[in-house]
Nanobody
Framework: QVQLVESGGGSVQAGGSLRLSCTAS????????LAWFRQAPGKQRERVAT?????GTSSLDSVRFTISQDNAKTTLYLQMNTLKPEDTAMYYC????????????????WGQGTQVTVSS
C-alpha cells in the first residue's frame, strides 16, 4: 500500500521559495496521477499541480509552481518560487493509482499535509 508523507513546508517571506516533497513510491504502477492540493482556512481545497505516469504535468501557475518526480518514481516534488502571502495554506499530496489521465482522476489516497506560511 502506497503511503503519502509530505515534508518541506515552513515559513518564508514573500518572494521566497520552498520545495515540498512527498514520499510516493508508485514505480510499480503502470498508470497513475499524482497531485498537489492546497487548502487555506475558510477556503475550498484547490488543485495546485498534477503529474501523470506519462510525465504529463499541469499547474495552477506554471511560472511559479513546478511539479516533478525523481527518476526512481518514489518521491513527488513541488517547487514553489516567488511565493506570495496568498499561497499560505496546508499543502497535500494525493494519488489516483490507476488513472490514465489527471483531468478525471479520483484522488482517494492523501497525505497528512504540510503547512506553508508566506509573510509579507
Amino acid at each position: 500500500q502506497v503511503q503519502l508523507v509530505e515534508s518541506g513546508g515552513g515559513s518564508v517571506q514573500a518572494g521566497g521559495s520552498l520545495r515540498l516533497s512527498c514520499t510516493a513510491s508508485v514505480f510499480s504502477y503502470r498508470s497513475y496521477c499524482l497531485a498537489w492540493f492546497r487548502q487555506a482556512p475558510g477556503k475550498q481545497r484547490e488543485r495546485v499541480a498534477t503529474i501523470n505516469s506519462g510525465g504529463g504535468t499541469s499547474s495552477l501557475d506554471s511560472v511559479r509552481f513546478t511539479i516533478s518526480q525523481d527518476n526512481a518514481k518514489t518521491t513527488l516534488y513541488l517547487q514553489m518560487n516567488t511565493l506570495k502571502p496568498e499561497d499560505t495554506a496546508m499543502y497535500y499530496c494525493a494519488a489516483d493509482l490507476g488513472a490514465t489521465w489527471c483531468y478525471n482522476a479520483d484522488f482517494r489516497l492523501w497525505g497528512q499535509g504540510t503547512q506553508v506560511t508566506v509573510s509579507s
